[in-house]
T-cell receptor, first 114, second 112 residues
Framework: QKEVEQDPGPLSVPEGAIVSLNCTYS??????FMWYRQYSRKGPELLMY????GNKEDGRFTAQVDKSSKYISLFIRDSQPSDSATYLC??????????????FGKGTKLSVIP | DTGVSQDPRHKITKRGQNVTFRCDPI?????LYWYRQTLGQGPEFLTY????????KSRLLSDRFSAERPKGSFSTLEIQRTEQGDSAMYLC??????????FGQGTRLTVV
């Protein structure tokens, strides 16, 4: 079992829809949770990060972490064609973990249809 | 542009040849990472530098791979005797804080 599991999709939604992207993880030591967006043949771009459990909102994006169930979510409201990309969840251990290396899910490919 | 810069963007090489990639991190970032991403997968950690010291290496980093970061500035990743299984996107990231790792555009390696 991989440490971070993510449904690779692909996921196709109409413009304006609410998108829900999810990951699960197995390592209880993970305390930081990130979402990256990656356009085709580009490097990942950090969208949001959260520390421990809770919600964080940034414009049309909401990140949610439930540490009790080891579940990470990203919601995109009023989705736009420009949101079409691969979304990667990533986690890392807490302070004192050393390298701060990130463990990624496989990524979910999202297409928003005009 | 003050982002992470990687060179070259694409590299095609014959099996058995050596290749070297370069990464220029964001200037004030003391931590630099190399990741590898294959098609349909997320990036996987290869190695990490804090300033000029290489402090961690993944078991994915076979002895054909070597990385350096002289003087704590740019970094190079060399692959010797390339194999077809080395074909991937090699990503460099840098960070100053534990929460925001900034990635470069990657070097796409194709071994033929």
């Amino acid at each position: 079992q991989k440490e971070v599991e993510q449904d690779p999709g692909p996921l196709s939604v109409p413009e304006g829809a609410i998108v829900s992207l999810n990951c699960t993880y197995s390592n209880s030591a993970f305390q930081y949770f990130m979402w990256y967006r990656q356009y085709s043949r580009k490097g990942p771009e950090l969208l949001m990060y959260t520390y421990s459990s809770g919600n964080k909102e940034d414009g049309r994006f909401t990140a949610q972490v439930d540490k009790s169930s080891k579940y990470i979510s990203l919601f995109i409201r009023d989705s736009q064609p420009s949101d079409s990309a691969t979304y990667l969840c990533a986690t890392r251990e807490g302070p004192g973990a050393g390298s701060y290396q990130l463990t990624f899910g496989k990524g979910t490919k999202l297409s928003v249809i005009p | 542009d003050t982002g992470v810069s990687q060179d070259p963007r694409h590299k095609i090489t014959k099996r058995g040849q050596n290749v070297t990639f370069r990464c220029d991190p964001i200037s004030e970032h003391n931590r630099l990472y190399w990741y590898r991403q294959t098609l349909g997968q997320g990036p996987e950690f290869l190695t990490y530098f804090q300033n000029e010291a290489q402090l961690e290496k993944s078991r994915l980093l076979s002895d054909r791979f070597s990385a350096e970061r002289p003087k704590g500035s740019f970094s190079t990743l060399e692959i010797q005797r390339t194999e077809q299984g080395d074909s991937a996107m090699y990503l460099c990231a840098s960070t100053l804080t534990p929460t925001e790792a900034f990635f470069g555009q990657g070097t796409r390696l194709t071994v033929v």
